[in-house]
């Protein structure tokens, strides 16, 4: 132990979704924590950059869907050139709604927080700075990394955040763009080019794969693709970058591998993120990140130095708010010697395109790969009576179950309110029930979730 | 944030003040001071504010379209030395005369989308709206207030690309932040004649009354001006916030962004020994969560940006 250093139990580093339930979960446990926080309020990137405020401006996207199909009915049309900060109006209040119910419910626990930032200066010891240049010492039986990432700048692309732009500057520009490129086709590029389409901007996708969205189900994604599309959007897949210039004037211009040059008014890069974790002095710790700048961590999220753990996009990716907070839970049960409960292969993943895509379980590939057979059982949300009167109707739920039909292995939906509709297969897979069990019991009528009563008996007509 | 302001030429007080009416510290009568605050206050309560443009620009706008040449960016350069200027082109450039399928945001989008002589028609009749203005006595603190708004709004840039956040709209800010106090300047210059004519008196407004002046009112004409102009909601909110930004319901990021820009500018106006010591200290460092080693480098960006400042300046 360090001389002059305070000494905690638990030693958390970053407030995120991931560092906030590995806190909450050390301190029900009874040992003293300590929570290292480098931004001015709770957090991290979740609330402040990344999923709360996309999601608010993809709230606004969704309503001008809405809008623009019912536009007859009611005689109003989507105004053009909506101011950006005009779709994000509540933003300032979500995020500090949400950050303050953070921050009451970490310090309700005697979580002792600190605003600072946290760097290795041996393997048990951090010392903190904060914004005014103070320094303090800290040493802990374990210590939790959850610093998060930032997007990625791929040194070829020159991001300047004027007119090409990362996943955290486009959230500020002052008005919709005639037309957007969109460098990527994970996560965060596909939720936004689909707002982006949405809210009536000419959107380009861009990516190496054939496809957007590659570890989700193909029919899946098929259904966004068709839906990106109908809103005016352009996928051009199986495509590297030749270069990236500002004409000087007003436009963007990418050449694509094949020689093409797509133009545009702004362009967003979204192609992956990078671990925080510059300032950590990880060598101090004996650690080092690898090659892809992650912090390597075993099972149990556990890094070659045994007292310190990392969880969160700090270890790559799928990089969804609700698989670190998972990662949080168990990381800090297993270090304070605690069962780290139900696995994790039920932790759904919710994406928020327009429409939504979700999914727990296993994919139909991997049903097979693992069991040499799977039965699924599928249910177009036009077939359901909610789906028609709520004009959700280009959606799909799909079961995957085991060769016999009667296990039920994965759900996998596209269509609104899929990330809301995935609990209910999640709470059938943590029970292990059958397939039969949708067939066999009623659900409300008219809702989204009678797509399961009929994707079952579709399923059970195939066994 | 106060900043310098200079006359042009030394400004002789009517009436200095006597022992029972001592000068103030703002080098004028406390009496005639409070009547001249009066005379802008209802002034302003008229409500009618023309903004000041500077002819100059407008007549090298012209001259550099005569050269064929000449491309979009050098024009939409020359117009963005003058953020007055600059936001009555954008202003007319998106108002229903021109009919811009989308919001037109930047003087390159501007020329590029309307055309350079169509922006140059802009140009010119901004300032024609204006009248060829200009504020005998006041010169020097006209140019002093555009090089602090360009100043400013190059210092937001470098802030906002530190936070990763979009410089243009970190620009406009900066550049719009304190953009009352130009149209305020005439305001008080007119207020002033006024007084003189009464008083049979001349000689313009002191530096430190004019600065007071300015700083009271800047914010309420800014304001007027953003409405006017239909300036986006998050410039609206830097105008109004800047100085308080803790107040800020909305975009407080941006005002903030606009205060810590204002003061780099201010140290640019006028370099103090101290000023490195001291924004270390100011709140909204606390509020931008800059770190040591960001303020370093912020502080190594200036001699860059006063490089741009001296030479975008006319």
């Not at chain 1, 303050?100 to 700075?129: C, K, L, W």
């Not at chain 2, 001071?33 to 005379?39: D, M, S």
């Amino acid at each position: 132990m360090t001389a002059g250093a305070r000494r905690c139990d638990v030693l958390v580093i970053g407030s995120g979704p991931a560092g906030q339930k590995a806190a909450i979960q050390a301190v029900k446990a009874g040992r003293t924590v300590v929570l290292i926080e480098h931004e001015r309020a709770v957090g991290g990137a979740c609330v402040h950059r990344g999923t709360i405020p996309s999601k608010t401006l993809r709230e606004s996207a969704a309503q001008a869907t809405r809008l623009a199909r019912d536009a007859a009915t009611w005689g109003v049309s989507p105004r053009a050139g909506v101011e950006v900060s005009s779709l994000m109006a509540r933003l300032d209040h979500v995020v500090s709604a949400h950050a303050h119910y953070m921050g009451r419910q970490i310090d309700r626990n005697g979580i002792e927080r600190h605003h600072g930032r946290a760097r290795f200066v041996s393997p048990d010891t951090i010392e903190m700075t904060t914004v005014a240049g103070e320094r303090s010492l800290f040493t802990a039986d374990v210590i939790m990394v959850a610093t998060g990432s930032r997007p990625r700048n791929p040194p070829e692309i020159p991001i300047d955040h004027e007119n090409v732009l990362d996943s955290d500057s486009i959230l500020s520009m002052l008005y919709l763009p005639a037309s957007l490129t969109v460098l990527g086709g994970g996560v965060i590029a596909s939720e936004y080019a689909s707002i982006f389409a949405a809210l009536g901007v000419k959107v380009t996708m861009i990516d190496r794969a054939d496809r957007p969205l590659k570890f989700m189900d193909g029919e899946l994604v098929a259904k966004f693709v068709e839906a990106f599309q109908r809103a005016g959007g352009t996928y051009i897949g199986e495509q590297t970058i030749g270069g990236v210039t500002f004409d000087g004037v007003s436009k963007v211009l990418t050449t694509l591998s094949d020689g093409r040059v797509v133009a545009s008014d702004k362009m967003l890069v979204a192609l992956g993120r990078a671990a925080n974790v510059d300032e950590l002095n990880l060598g101090a710790a004996g650690l080092a990140p690898n090659a892809r700048g992650l912090l390597a961590v075993d099972d149990h999220c556990r890094t070659a130095n045994p007292r310190v753990y990392a969880v969160g996009d700090v270890v790559g990716p799928p990089s969804l708010a609700a698989t670190a907070m998972e990662q949080g839970r168990r990381a800090a049960r297993h270090a304070l010697g605690l069962a780290e409960g139900a696995s994790s292969e039920t932790i759904p993943i919710g994406i928020y395109t327009i429409p939504e895509m979700a999914s727990v379980g296993l994919s139909e590939d991997e049903a097979r790969k693992r069991l040499g057979a799977a039965l699924v059982g599928r249910a177009r949300f036009d077939e359901v009576a909610r789906g028609q009167i709520s004009g959700i109707t280009d959606g799909l739920l799909k079961l995957v179950a085991d060769g016999t039909g009667k296990k039920l292995l994965g759900v996998h939906i596209v269509g609104e309110g899929a990330t809301e509709l995935v609990h209910v297969g999640q709470m059938a897979l943590l029970g292990q029930m059958d397939v039969d069990t949708f067939v066999e019991n009623i659900f409300n009528f008219p809702t989204l979730a009678e797509a399961y009563r009929v994707a079952a008996l579709d399923l059970v007509q195939k066994r | 944030m106060a900043f310098a302001i200079s006359t042009q030429e030394p400004s002789p007080l009517a009436g200095p003040g006597s022992p029972e009416n001592p000068p103030s510290s703002t080098g004028i009568d406390p009496d005639e001071q409070e009547v001249l605050r009066g005379r802008v206050a209802d002034r302003l309560g008229t409500g009618n504010i023309v903004l000041p443009l500077l002819p100059q620009v407008a007549s090298q706008v012209l001259a550099l379209t005569s050269q064929p040449t000449v491309d979009a960016l050098q024009l939409s350069n020359l117009i963005h030395r003058d953020p007055a200027l600059a936001g009555q082109v954008l202003r007319i450039a998106n108002s229903p005369a021109y009919m811009p399928s989308m919001p037109i945001v930047s003087l390159q989008q501007a020329v590029a989308r309307l055309g350079m002589q169509t922006v140059t028609e802009i140009v010119l009749a901004a300032s024609l709206q204006s009248g060829t203005f200009k504020v005998p006595g006041y010169e020097g603190a006209l140019k002093r207030l555009w090089r602090h708004g360009l100043a400013s709004g190059l210092f937001a840039k470098e802030i906002a690309r530190l936070l990763r956040s979009n410089v243009e709209s970190a620009f406009l800010c900066g550049l719009l932040h304190a953009v009352g106090k130009p149209a305020l300047l005439q305001v008080v210059a007119d207020a002033q004649r006024d007084r003189h004519r009464e008083r049979g008196t001349r000689g313009a407004v002191p530096d430190q009354a004019l600065r007071e002046l300015l700083s009271e009112f800047h914010t309420g004409v800014g304001l007027r001006i953003a409405t006017s102009w239909a300036l986006p909601q998050p410039v609206v909110n830097a105008i109004a916030f800047y100085a308080s930004f803790e107040r800020a319901q909305a975009n407080r990021r941006e005002a903030a962004v606009a205060c810590l820009a204002d003061l780099f500018a201010a140290d640019f106006d006028e370099p103090q020994p101290t000023f490195e010591a001291e924004v270390r200290g100011q709140p909204v460092i606390g509020e931008l969560n800059l770190y040591p080693e960001d303020v370093a480098q912020l502080l190594a960006k200036r001699p860059a940006v006063a490089r741009t400042v001296e030479s975008m300046t006319l």
